[in-house]
């Protein structure tokens, strides 16, 4: 007997009160549409507003919904992989609760997964209500980690994207802790394709992701997914040496031609403060893995929950 496959949606909601209601009737509206059964489940991520209590009235409200509540603010990354642990579907899809990713290309999104596709993924093709600086980082970045990764992690693409099940099982056992989402699904392989949207604004509420918290998400992808910065210091370093090398060797072939009257003090500074510098590079490219090792070896869970709708 062959029984329909069925669509699960997780939503990582993190202080977004305003835009939730608003997002499960986009989405009620789209799974009614559907020619197969779907939910959803949405993750509170340790919101501090009235989250759980939007999330618990959407609930009550529609039997297709089904919530996720973690202990405390773990971050999106963090969020999701709660979600697509406890998800139970053929195709799973992720998106955000602020309405920025259109719930209405979820049938785009089956039909490519229909085609034979195991990962769909939503590329930007428009950003609107995000500054031009976002933009020409977000640029770099792409730019910069595929340079570094061996895997190629598609540009302008988030985590608005569906999966099979094949590739959500494969997704599963990367247990990780330093997770840069994007990166991972790149990495399970799979037949991936892009299906090309316009971005839109926020429906309400600001953006969760400040310069900093992107930076160091920024970080986290680069080392999650390569070590080249390791052996750029190990070059670096080599070449200094080499320079040094040939700069002592003049100076002591200075001082055997023409004496050694004290002078150089300006030299010697520069001299001084480049190799620190050098080396305290290194040390902290150093750092940053050494960290994330510590991070890995501690073996804490990925994350808590606190509470589940419907209870299990
Ligand atoms: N989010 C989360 N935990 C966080 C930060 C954000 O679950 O610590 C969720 C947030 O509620 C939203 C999604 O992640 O559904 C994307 O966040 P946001 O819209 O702030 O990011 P942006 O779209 O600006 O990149
Ligand atoms: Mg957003």
Same mark, same amino acid.
């Given at each position: &007997?062959?029984?329909?496959?069925?669509?699960?949606?997780?939503?990582? !909601?993190?202080?977004?009160?305003?835009?939730?209601?608003?997002?499960?009737?986009?989405?009620? =509206?789209?799974?009614?549409?559907?020619? &197969?059964?779907?939910?959803?489940? /949405?993750?509170?991520?340790?919101?501090?507003?009235?989250?759980? !209590?939007?999330?618990?009235?959407? @609930?009550?409200?529609?039997?297709?919904?089904? *919530?996720?509540?973690?202990?405390?603010?773990? %971050? =999106?990354?963090?969020?999701?992989?709660?979600? *697509?642990?406890?998800?139970? %579907?053929? @195709?799973?899809?992720?998106?955000?609760?602020?309405?920025?990713?259109?719930?209405?290309?979820?049938? $785009?999104?089956?039909?490519?997964?229909?085609?034979? /596709?195991?990962?769909?993924?939503?590329?930007?093709?428009?950003?609107?209500?995000?500054?031009?600086?976002?933009?020409?980082?977000?640029?770099?970045?792409?730019?910069?980690?595929?340079?570094?990764?061996?895997?190629?992690?598609?540009?302008?693409?988030?985590?608005?994207?569906? &999966?099979?099940? $094949?590739? *959500?099982?494969?997704?599963?056992?990367?247990?990780?802790?330093?997770?840069?989402? =994007?990166?991972?699904?790149?990495?399970?392989?799979?037949?991936?394709?892009?299906?090309?949207?316009?971005?839109? !604004?926020?429906? @309400?509420?600001?953006?969760?992701?400040?310069?900093? +918290?992107?930076?160091?998400?920024?970080?986290?992808?680069?080392?999650?997914?390569?070590?080249?910065? *390791?052996?750029?210091?190990?070059?670096? %370093?080599?070449?200094? $040496? &080499?320079? !040094?090398?040939?700069?002592?060797?003049?100076?002591?072939?200075?001082?055997?031609?023409?004496?050694?009257?004290?002078?150089?003090?300006?030299?010697?500074?520069?001299?001084?403060?480049?190799?620190?510098?050098?080396?305290?590079?290194?040390?902290?490219?150093?750092?940053?893995?050494?960290?994330?090792?510590?991070?890995?070896?501690?073996?804490?869970?990925?994350?808590?929950?606190?509470?589940?709708?419907? +209870?299990?």
């Amino acid at each position: &007997m062959e029984t329909t496959p069925v669509l699960a949606v997780v939503i990582a !909601a993190y202080n977004e009160e305003e835009a939730l209601p608003g997002m499960q009737t986009r989405l009620a =509206k789209v799974f009614d549409a559907l020619p &197969m059964p779907a939910r959803v489940l /949405y993750v509170d991520d340790g919101s501090r507003d009235g989250t759980w !209590a939007a999330l618990t009235a959407l @609930a009550a409200a529609d039997p297709r919904v089904s *919530l996720l509540r973690l202990a405390r603010n773990f %971050g =999106k990354e963090l969020a999701l992989t709660a979600g *697509l642990d406890l998800v139970d %579907g053929d @195709a799973v899809i992720v998106l955000d609760a602020d309405g920025q990713d259109p719930p209405e290309l979820i049938p $785009a999104f089956i039909a490519r997964w229909q085609e034979g /596709y195991d990962v769909v993924y939503g590329t930007r093709t428009a950003r609107p209500g995000e500054s031009w600086l976002k933009r020409v980082t977000a640029n770099a970045f792409y730019r910069v980690i595929n340079r570094l990764s061996d895997i190629p992690i598609p540009a302008d693409t988030g985590d608005f994207r569906l &999966m099979s099940r $094949a590739a *959500l099982e494969s997704l599963r056992q990367l247990r990780e802790r330093q997770r840069f989402m =994007k990166g991972l699904f790149a990495w399970v392989g799979y037949r991936q394709v892009s299906l090309p949207y316009e971005r839109q !604004a926020r429906i @309400a509420g600001d953006s969760k992701f400040n310069y900093w +918290r992107l930076w160091n998400l920024a970080l986290d992808g680069i080392t999650g997914f390569s070590t080249v910065p *390791l052996r750029v210091a190990t070059y670096i %370093g080599l070449l200094t $040496a &080499m320079v !040094a090398f040939a700069y002592g060797g003049w100076i002591v072939m200075k001082t055997e031609l023409w004496g050694d009257p004290v002078q150089g003090w300006p030299t010697l500074m520069a001299v001084v403060l480049f190799l620190g510098g050098v080396q305290l590079v290194a040390l902290g490219i150093i750092g940053e893995y050494l960290g994330r090792l510590y991070l890995e070896a501690k073996q804490r869970p990925l994350y808590l929950i606190r509470e589940r709708w419907p +209870r299990p």
